[in-house]
């Protein structure tokens, strides 16, 4: 079940399956990039206001699943209107800015996004766009990026699966006071 803030904005609440941090893996497959398994940890947070800001980190994981280096790091803003249209600012840490636009899905928890506006600078690499899916899928986060420079196609390049993380703290406080030995709770 999604639990929806009572302070979350009202134009947001189609949003809401986003909220929060997740965690979880995915595979980086692009021409002229080494095909990698990568971590990521994502957050969409809200703080009233009519948008909700995201942040998303992604490394390169070893055969054992340790982190070697960085890869990706995006921030940005996301906003719905009362149409279900998504528009996506965002910029990463390569020098590239971007603004998507895109819909929620009918009846699901499923985005699809297309960039309108793409700026480098030039410390940035080739890059023409993108297309993105995210979908809300048996409470896990899963997305899929597809990327296109001047030499290659848009064409698939990173997707994930994330768990949402889940702070002991926020739950347990919803259990009360429990006794020392904790069996009584069960009685």
């Known amino acids: 079940m999604i639990e929806i803030p009572s302070d979350l904005h009202p134009d ?39 948008f909700l800001e995201y942040t998303s980190y992604t490394w390169e994981l070893d055969a054992e699943g340790k982190k070697v280096r960085p890869l990706e790091s995006e921030k940005g803003f996301w906003r719905i209107d009362k149409e279900r249209k998504v528009e996506v600012v965002m910029v990463r840490q390569d020098g590239v800015v971007e603004v998507w636009y895109g819909e929620l899905a009918d009846q699901k928890p499923q985005i699809d996004l297309a960039t309108d506006a793409v ?47 889940v702070d002991p703290s926020t739950w347990a406080k919803d259990l009360g006071d429990l006794p020392d030995d904790g069996i009584a709770f069960f009685k």
């Open 12 to 50: 947001l609440v189609p949003l809401a399956f986003l909220l929060g941090d997740w965690e979880g893996a995915g595979v980086h497959d692009f021409p002229g990039a080494e095909k990698c398994n990568f971590g990521q940890e994502v957050t969409f947070a809200h703080d009233g206001r009519d």
């Open 119 to 165: 700026a480098r600078t030039a410390a940035s690499g080739p890059y023409s766009g993108g297309k993105r899916l995210y979908g809300y899928v048996k409470s896990d986060l899963m997305w899929v990026g597809e990327k296109a420079t001047p030499e290659v196609e848009l064409r698939p390049y990173m997707s994930a699966h994330l768990k949402k993380v």
